[in-house]
């Protein structure tokens, strides 16, 4: 009996860490979900991976240099079930995202959707940044309107 009881708290122990480790994994606490900004830069390069996608760009800045800059995204199976795949961006493609940045000031943050060349738009999104239908919509409204942030939009009274 005594065997049988120590198998059980240590089952149910090893559960609760396991429940941590994946709480901890899906947390966007250095992400300010309630900032979205845009983006446009050239694609450095797409690590198309588990269990997130990462894509780096190359940004200018006004002083003509380029900061490298890195945004997570989705994983591959949820990229793929929205057709996004390895070679959706490829090194020199210029594309416009929006984001929601990192708190702490460094370059970079979560994918919220990215507008490519052709003018579509996809949703590699992983939950820390909305990129789904809703979000695009919105923002083409306010791109129309040559906003560049959510914050910009809603301090001229713009909410679509």
Known sequence: MGKILARFLVTVGMGFCLAQLVQAHHSFVAVDRNVERLIVGTVARWTFNNPHSWLYLDVENEDGTTTLWSFEGSGVISLLRK???????????????????????????????????????????????????????????????GFTSKAEAEAAGVVL
């Not at 996004?84 to 416009?96: A, E, L, M, S």
């Open 83 to 145: 057709r996004i795949t390895g070679d959706t961006f490829q090194p020199g493609d210029r594309v416009t995202f929006m984001y929601c940045p990192l708190k702490d000031g460094r370059p970079g943050g979560h994918l919220g959707w990215a507008q490519l060349d052709d003018g579509s738009f996809i949703d590699p999104s992983d939950g820390g940044c909305a990129g789904d239908e809703e979000t695009i919509d919105r923002w083409k409204g306010w791109l129309e309107q």
